[in-house]
């Protein structure tokens, strides 16, 4: 069963930045929509951002759109999301997996959120 593991978290303060990461051990990523999710303590998975596969096309929510920037290295079999200009709204646990059917559609709020989700990477924005 495909699992994914997050990396790259941390402690930032508000208007910091960071950079996660995003990896599936024998699994090519390309070929699938990767999303990157974030959850706060009590609360579901929310949509942060997704990368298409074979245009690369990217999808943010609106609030943290002009902020992120989702990215794929296939030769690392990775994806990224690199996060500027942190808010403390940002902070929370951040997950990645695949979207189904592709992230247009799970943005336009169809689809869903593959369970395939690995231990996250905790992000905190504060002073």
């Known amino acids: 069963q495909l699992r994914f593991v997050e990396s790259g978290g941390g402690l930032v303060q508000p208007g910091g930045s960071l950079r996660l990461s995003c990896g599936a051990s024998?699994?090519?990523?390309?070929?699938?929509?990767i999303g990157w999710f974030r959850q706060a303590p009590g609360k579901g998975h929310v949509g942060v951002s997704c990368?298409?596969?074979?245009?690369?096309?990217?999808y943010y929510s609106d609030s943290v759109k002009g902020r992120f920037t989702i990215s794929r290295d296939n030769a690392k079999n990775l994806v990224y999301l690199q996060m500027d200009n942190m808010s403390p709204g940002g902070t929370g646990l951040y997950l990645c997996?695949?979207?189904?059917?592709?992230?247009?559609?799970?943005?336009?709020?169809?689809?869903?959120?593959?369970?395939?989700w690995g231990q996250g990477t905790q992000v905190t924005v504060s002073s």
């Open positions: 997996t695949r979207v189904t059917p592709v992230c247009g559609v799970y943005f336009a709020g169809g689809g869903y959120a593959n369970d395939e």
């Open positions: 024998g699994f090519t990523l390309d070929v699938y929509g």
């Open positions: 990368i298409g596969t074979s245009d690369g096309t990217t």
